[in-house]
């Protein structure tokens, strides 16, 4: 029958959209690499939608409020991507000339393109401290006395986990001490919680543990958890309503966005428990990429190993290659993973890689590094 064949051949078109590039290909680049489930794409394909822009896409108006509950917070607003939401967060709490207070290795410094100087008018006052992580004493010494002169001090930002970092994991301890003193010297407090979803996995904690002491926190859904887009910002009503008018303004209000919150609901149920597993993969790659000859894991990874999905390894300068050098000769053999500073690599871990995948990887780095340091010899 017609129709019969026309379902096979739809089943063969699911296949192949479903498929890798290539099988052989291990993509170590990033957790946003992964795609979609055959799950996740049925439940995208029912979704009951509005229009979002109006206000009435059931689908976003259940992500949003189940978002809220899951932080602890009073509203939350569905955006495009991560970079929105947290400039729709900093454009929502600051006004130009205002100091933003984030480690050194943000997110928002390294890669978004300047946006907190772009579209809020801010600048930014980096902080030190070992994997992305400081204290107390770091938030004093960078608030700026009040007088004519100086910016105001107006927000504070805590990135968990942490991505130039390693991947690591505020303790939570650190974490309410010192978003708490951030709001009693009279500062907002955002945390970039991109993979807050990781560091929940990593302790047993749940999100509004770690939001209890800020006044808006972001997170993906297009990362760890899988989803092709997505990410939301949660907070106190009226900051929310701001947000939500600064996504308008950015460009980033879409119309039957619920296709895409279905996605992030079916995920929040979903693939949130699993990441443990992209955490011993990680642990797993770390130990295999530690053991190539011309590799070791990187220094800040060296005491605790990684403690989510990302593996940091360290190119000995001796061998005289680049990180870019590896990444490109790995590539060749059907290994992607990127160079993240002259002499360092990054690797993470999704759940399009398996354990054995894991074990692949690990072996084909090898080959190309005993290779390449035979060859120099
Ligand atoms: C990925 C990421 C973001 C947002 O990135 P988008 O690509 O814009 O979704 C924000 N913060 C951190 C820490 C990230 O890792």
């Known amino acids: 029958m017609a129709e019969r064949a026309f379902a096979k051949r739809l089943g063969v078109v699911r296949l192949r959209m479903n498929a890798a590039p290539s099988t052989n290909v ?29 206000g009435d896409d059931p689908t976003v108006i259940a992500l949003q409020d189940k978002f809220a509950a899951l932080l602890g917070k009073e509203a939350a607003c569905f955006v495009p991507t991560g970079t929105m939401a947290n400039q729709a967060a900093i454009r929502a709490q600051t006004e130009p000339g205002d100091e933003i207070i984030c480690h050194e290795g943000g997110h928002i410094i390294h890669y978004e393109t300047g946006s907190p100087a772009a579209l809020s008018g801010c600048m930014v006052r980096p902080l030190a401290g070992d994997r992305g992580i400081f204290d107390v004493a770091d938030v004093e010494g960078a608030m700026r006395p009040d007088n004519i ?3 105001h001090s107006k927000l504070l930002i805590i990135e968990n986990t942490h991505n130039r970092g390693g991947g690591s994991v505020w303790p939570i301890e650190q974490l309410e001490r010192v978003a708490k003193r951030g709001r009693e010297l009279g500062l907002r407090v955002h945390m970039d919680g991109a993979r807050l979803w990781n560091a929940c996995a990593a302790t047993g904690l749940a999100p509004k543990d770690y939001a209890k002491n ?19 910002v949660a907070g106190d009503k009226a900051t929310i309503s701001r947000v939500h008018r600064f996504v308008k303004m950015f460009g980033g209000k879409m119309r ?37 000859p011309g590799l070791a894991i990187d220094p800040e990874q060296r005491e605790r190993g990684p403690e989510t999905n990302m593996v940091f390894v360290a190119v000995d300068k001796a061998t005289g290659l680049t990180a ?21 690599i990054r690797a993470v871990c999704h759940l399009d890689v398996s354990a054995a995948q894991i074990e692949e990887a690990g072996n084909r780095v090898r080959e190309v590094m005993t290779g390449l340091l035979a060859a120099a010899r």
Do not use: W
């Open 256 to 292: 039957q966005s619920g296709v895409l919150a279905a996605a992030a609901l079916y995920a929040l149920d979903n693939h949130r428990a699993r990441l443990t597993q992209d955490h011993a993969n990680a642990r797993r790659l770390a130990t295999l990429l530690a053991q190539c």
């Open 26 to 54: 291990i993509d170590l680049r990033s957790d946003t690499v992964s795609r979609p489930t055959q799950e996740m794409r049925r439940v995208m394909a029912e979704a009951v939608v509005g229009d979002d822009v109006l």
């Open 214 to 232: 800020f006044d808006t926190v972001s997170c993906c859904f297009s990362k760890g958890l899988g989803c092709p887009a997505g990410s939301a």
């Open 149 to 151: 002169h100086s910016p």
């Open 324 to 344: 870019a050098q590896v990444c490109e000769r790995v590539k060749a053999k059907g290994v992607l993973i990127l160079p993240n500073s002259p002499q360092r």
